[in-house]
């Protein structure tokens, strides 16, 4: 969507500290729009901890606003996040799955939390610095991907309903990263220079296995081979995911080791050698936990497919198993498919949906192991 075409609007837009954020505020304020900008403060348990930027990123997120002249609250969402994002987070940890907690976060408390506190604000439409674009097409909004294709986030976007996306406009989606870096230098923002966070938003830089530890009990066990022979010692089943390389500690000669899967009743890590194992490779997934962007939810039949961020898309043939459970069936197999982790659809440029990948064609891997 182009912001300079749409009629002037009262806009709130999330600010996080970071360029991309700074950029869509200024480039509303310069398209004339009433812009209001809010920091929202989504985890305190440790704001003191030396990984925390929290301050930080506020501090910077006000000079913005002060340089663009624009008001700024800073509100506090902790609550909200610990209960809809944090809790599942855990949870899933525990049940040896990998969660995105970054898809959970922007369904329900940037997308609906944020939301909620703008429209009482008496905006109009909230604004953030995601890499995606939107098209409205006979009344319909849609959601489609951003044209940079290194930095689009429509994965991380496709839980918003159609109700949210009718209040949520997207500045970024027609530019590249480097484009925007270069829009904060010519306008001298503060944050022009500053580097891209990374990882998770709570835990930011620091240790995953440390950060872990001071919510779930460690529960260290055996790794074995595809014959259940012992080749190693893990640290507990939820420090690891699938197609894992690094930190496995495995000695000896031949091709690098792999997490292929976990035995949770056993306690025990299969790992497997090269990368092109074929249990590394799924060519069927069930997904649940259905979410999509149109109102009406896309027919069975072929589409794109991403297993995870930035992969290209995976053609694949959908059919539905009943209200909230799905199947995909790829045309080629799939590498480290992971539970946990959300399965997206795309009609071409076109983010549809999609769910929560539940189990893969692989998921007899503990038997055959163990």
């Not at 506090?76 to 599942?88: G, Q, R």
């Not at 496709?158 to 027609?174: D, I, K, S, T």
Request: glycine share 10%; charged share 25%; with cysteine.
């Amino acid at each position: 969507m182009n912001i300079d075409n749409q009629e002037s609007a009262r806009v709130i837009v999330g600010m996080s500290g970071g360029v991309d954020s700074s950029v869509t505020a200024w480039l509303l304020k310069k398209a004339g729009h009433d812009v209001r900008g809010i920091f929202m403060q989504n985890w305190q348990d440790d704001d003191n901890d030396e990984y925390c930027s929290i301050k930080q990123d506020s501090l910077d997120a006000v000079m913005v606003a002060d340089l663009i002249g624009m008001d700024i609250d800073i509100v506090n969402f902790a609550a909200e996040y610990k209960d809809k994002v944090f809790k599942y987070f855990l949870q899933e940890y525990q049940a040896g799955r990998t969660p995105n907690p970054d898809v959970l976060c922007n369904a329900e408390i940037k997308f609906k939390a944020f939301l909620d506190y703008a429209l009482n604000k008496g905006a109009d439409v909230i604004a953030t610095g995601h890499y995606a674009r939107k098209q409205v097409r006979d009344g319909i909004h849609y959601l489609l991907k951003g044209l940079d294709g290194n930095k689009d986030q429509s994965y991380f976007l496709y839980r918003l309903q159609p109700y949210q996306l009718q209040r949520a406009w997207f500045p970024l989606g027609e530019l590249e990263k480097t484009t925007v870096r270069q829009l904060a230098q010519e306008a001298r923002l503060p944050t022009a220079a500053k580097k891209d966070s990374t990882g998770i938003c709570f835990i930011g830089e620091r240790p995953f296995r440390q950060f872990l530890q001071q919510y779930l009990p460690t529960n260290p066990g055996n790794m074995v081979d595809v014959d259940g022979r012992v080749v190693g010692r893990h640290e507990g089943l939820m420090y690891y995911t699938l197609g894992q390389r690094k930190g496995l500690g495995i000695g000896g000669d031949g091709e690098p080791w792999f997490v292929a899967g976990k035995n949770l009743s056993a306690n025990e890590l299969c790992v497997v050698q090269g990368h092109d194992h074929p249990l590394l490779f799924s060519r069927q997934l069930i997904m649940h936990d259905l979410s999509f962007t149109l109102p009406e939810r896309p027919a069975a039949g072929r589409y794109g497919v991403k297993t995870r961020y930035r992969m290209p898309d995976a053609m694949a043939t959908l059919s539905y198993l009943d209200d909230d459970r799905a199947q995909l069936t790829f045309d080629e197999p799939q590498w480290a498919v992971t539970p946990g982790q959300s399965a997206v659809l795309y009609a071409g440029d076109v983010c549809l949906g999609g769910g929560i990948i539940h189990d893969t064609d692989n998921h007899s891997i503990q038997s055959r192991i163990s």
